[in-house]
Nanobody, 123 residues
Framework: QVQLLESGGGLVQAGGSLRVSCTAS????????MAWFRQAPGKEREFLAAISWSEDSTYYADSVEGRFTISKDNAEKTVHLQMNNLKPEDTAVYYCATRTLKLAIRDVRYEYWGQGTQVTVSS
């Protein structure tokens, strides 16, 4: 069973920066991609960014490209999302996701999800 644990959420003022992180744990590690999503109250879960575990390719949603950067630490099986120039509308629960299927990086279907970490941006 894949387990994902997010960390790094918190409160930040508009224009500030924050980095959320996600660590994956499993008996045999063979996932292909990891991704970040977010969900604000009353809204659908929204894809933000993805990174290939072995190929180092990335894919960003139009809404965050230029402000958010996804990266990975292979040794620690950890992915990070660096968020800059944060806006109040970025306030949401941020979720980490992964999959064991080999899909195109632009395919945003994922199998496994973390519990989320709250990010609040004040104006």
């Amino acid at each position: 069973q894949v387990q994902l644990l997010e960390s790094g959420g918190g409160l930040v003022q508009a224009g500030g920066s924050l980095r959320v992180s996600c660590t994956a744990s499993e008996r045999t590690f063979r996932n292909y991609d990891m991704a970040w999503f977010r969900q604000a109250p009353g809204k659908e879960r929204e894809f933000l960014a993805a990174i290939s575990w072995s190929e180092d390719s990335t894919y960003y949603a139009d809404s965050v490209e230029g402000r958010f950067t996804i990266s990975k630490d292979n040794a620690e099986k950890t992915v990070h999302l660096q968020m800059n120039n944060l806006k109040p509308e970025d306030t949401a629960v941020y979720y980490c996701a992964t999959r064991t299927l080999k899909l195109a990086i632009r395919d945003v279907r994922y199998e496994y999800w973390g519990q989320g970490t709250q990010v609040t941006v004040s104006s």
